[in-house]
């Protein structure tokens, strides 16, 4: 149950409207389901002699407007509240006694008319389809004082939560206020008009937000915003400061012919211009081009060589979430700046799921909990490379990366739902869940072939040493009970193979994935395995590249073959206490 509540100045005009054949959709039969008292002339079921709706309509204004016009000038210039209330479409049809019991229970919540207060504002409540009414009150009491509203908006929301659960209706998450401002429905018909999939607030929105995404200056932000296309205006204040900025979408104007602005604070809360410059301050990125090949690994990419870097920093978010600590909050920001770039720069089969990720995530990096050290600077570092690196994947790389990069985002998004849920943060979490329901859709897309290519060349592996590997697997998982994960590991046999052939002992390194991050969430621990132990392996993402042995390392003896192996020294690998993997910084 939605109400969307709007203030005025023509209680007539209003009325005409709501008894009128409407502007968009049907008006049947218009009547009247509540009043203040009861008793309040209805101009759609006038039961008199001679009923004329005009007549009768203009004695309900008269009704209405009649403390309007004994307070004068101490009435406010905007009268008439005005909130309509709208049921799910999956809901059953309510009668017009239910709907009565929902204004009266509406007008007392806000405090216009309090149940049992005989001075009251004057309210109507008008059903003109079956899913909806219209309430119409006059904000001036029976004393000729005005009715104390702060907070209309937020009271009406919470009983709207109290009636659902009450009448059986379906229950929408509570808010707290930190949403994004929903487009209008004057905007939503615009945007039907003239052809746009979305209102151009919501285009704006997506365009400001990955503009900002691993952005290093204020000056950056401005520039992409620029070559993203959009029209921007910056107010500057009388010394030359920047004071804030305004976006517009080419072609969108009013009937005046003028650019429709929008500020970046009624884009979004953390859109305006101080609280990008305080992120910017928080996470300043000192890396400004893209990492090259490191001494001692394989020639990845850039592309390739960030997705790599993103996945081990991706992966420390996950455990700071799941750590329940309100400082994990600076870590939301910056994963809804990686989930843009990679957005922004993925292939097209994968780029329409991680785009719906990127925009569910949205509302889950807005809370009001603040940590008291913001620092995101590694985390924008990962989603500035991934930018500057662009979509010029390198052969072989492109699902590999994707989906190694993608599987741990899978389980940020799920540590991330468990700490807005610890919190009673319904909508982020739910937003979360949603991210990570879009992130799952886009790594089947981007993992199914190179897992495909592993699982045959683990089935390929030579009889002994397939059963050697499979026998080292079970052992692994049954000891950390992850039972479920005993089937299909013909992809995981293949990449211990190959670790153990480019000088890693398999055991080891498969514990060492293991212990990373619980394993629980995953929709498949194979597959997160596999990602894992080539991340940390520095194997290839695609399994038809070449493997490249590790320059360092402390080596031993393997009784068995002549070959030796050895275990990923730090040089080599991440840890959690190493989150960019070692890269160096610029």
Excluded at 4 to 30: A, F, M, N, W
Excluded at 100 to 127: I, K, M, S, Y
Excluded at 196 to 206: G, K, N, S, V, W
Excluded at 517 to 529: F, K, M, P
Aim: include cysteine.
């Amino acid at each position: 149950m939605v109400p969307k509540i709007r203030r005025g100045s023509r209680t007539h005009g209003l009325l005409v409207y709501l008894y009128g054949p409407g502007k968009r959709d049907e008006h049947i039969d218009p009547h009247l389901v509540g009043s203040w008292d009861g008793f309040a002339p209805d101009p759609g079921r006038d039961t008199s002699p001679d009923p004329d709706p005009k007549v009768t309509l203009a004695r309900l204004t008269a009704a209405l407007d009649l403390r309007v016009n004994q307070a004068g000038d101490k009435a406010p210039a905007q009268h008439v509240w005005h909130c309509s209330v709208r049921t799910d479409p999956g809901d059953r049809t309510l009668t017009d006694a239910e709907w009565n019991t929902v204004a009266r229970r509406l007008v007392h919540a806000v405090n216009l008319a309090p149940e049992g207060d005989l001075d009251g504002c004057r309210w109507v409540a008008v059903r003109h389809a079956d899913d909806h009414i219209h309430i119409l009150a006059t904000m001036v009491r029976g004393d000729l004082r005005r009715p104390r509203m702060n907070y209309d908006f937020k009271k009406a929301q919470a009983e709207c939560r109290r009636i659902e659960q009450e009448m059986g209706l379906r229950q929408l998450k509570p808010g707290d206020g930190t949403g994004a401002k929903t487009p209008t429905s004057a905007e939503r018909f615009k945007a039907e008009r003239t052809g746009r999939p979305e209102a151009p607030r919501e285009t704006l929105r997506e365009a400001v937000r990955q503009s900002l995404a691993g952005a290093a200056t204020e000056e950056e932000f401005f520039t992409r915003l620029h070559e993203a296309g959009l029209r921007v205006k910056i107010r500057h204040a009388p010394s030359g400061d920047a004071l804030g900025y305004n976006v517009a979408l080419p072609g969108d104007r009013n009937r005046d012919r003028e650019p429709i602005w929008f500020a970046g604070s009624t884009l979004a809360p953390d859109l305006s211009l101080p609280k990008i410059r305080r992120r910017l301050a928080d996470a300043t990125s000192d890396r400004t081009t893209p990492s090259v090949a490191i001494s001692g690994r394989p020639d990845w990419s850039p592309a390739a060589r960030e997705r790599r870097n993103a996945t081990s920093i991706a992966e420390r978010a996950a455990i700071l979430l799941d750590s329940d600590d309100d400082e994990a909050t600076t870590q939301l920001v910056g994963v809804g700046e990686l989930l843009d770039a990679v957005a922004q720069t993925s292939p097209a089969a994968t780029r329409a799921e991680l785009g719906a990720a990127a925009r569910a995530f949205e509302r889950a990096t807005r809370s009001h909990i603040r940590a008291e050290h913001a620092d995101t600077r590694t985390i924008r570092s990962a989603a500035r490379g991934i930018i500057q690196a662009g979509n010029a994947l390198g052969r072989g790389e492109d699902g590999g990366t994707t989906a190694m990069l993608v599987s741990t985002l899978v389980l940020v998004a799920l540590a991330a739902a468990r700490w807005h849920s610890a919190r009673g943060h319904a909508q982020q979490a739910h937003a979360s869940r949603q991210t990570a329901e879009h992130l799952r859709a886009a790594y089947r897309q981007a993992g199914a072939t190179p897992m495909q290519a592993l699982r045959d060349q683990g089935r390929a592996l030579p009889e002994a040493e397939r059963r050697t590997h499979e026998t080292t697997i079970h052992a692994a998982l049954t000891e950390q009970g992850l039972r479920a994960a005993l089937t299909k590991t013909d992809a995981l046999a293949a990449t211990l193979a190959q670790a153990e052939q480019a000088g890693h002992d398999p055991k080891a390194l498969l514990q060492q994935a293991i212990d990373l991050r619980e394993l629980d969430t995953a929709d498949d621990v194979n597959d997160v395995l596999v990602w894992r132990l080539r991340r940390l392996a520095q194997l290839p993402a695609h399994p038809g590249e070449a493997t490249r042995r590790p320059q360092t390392g402390t080596g031993r003896p393997k009784t068995s073959t002549n070959r030796t192996w050895t275990t990923p020294t730090p040089a080599d690998r991440p840890t959690t206490s190493d989150p960019r993997d070692r890269a160096p910084r610029r």
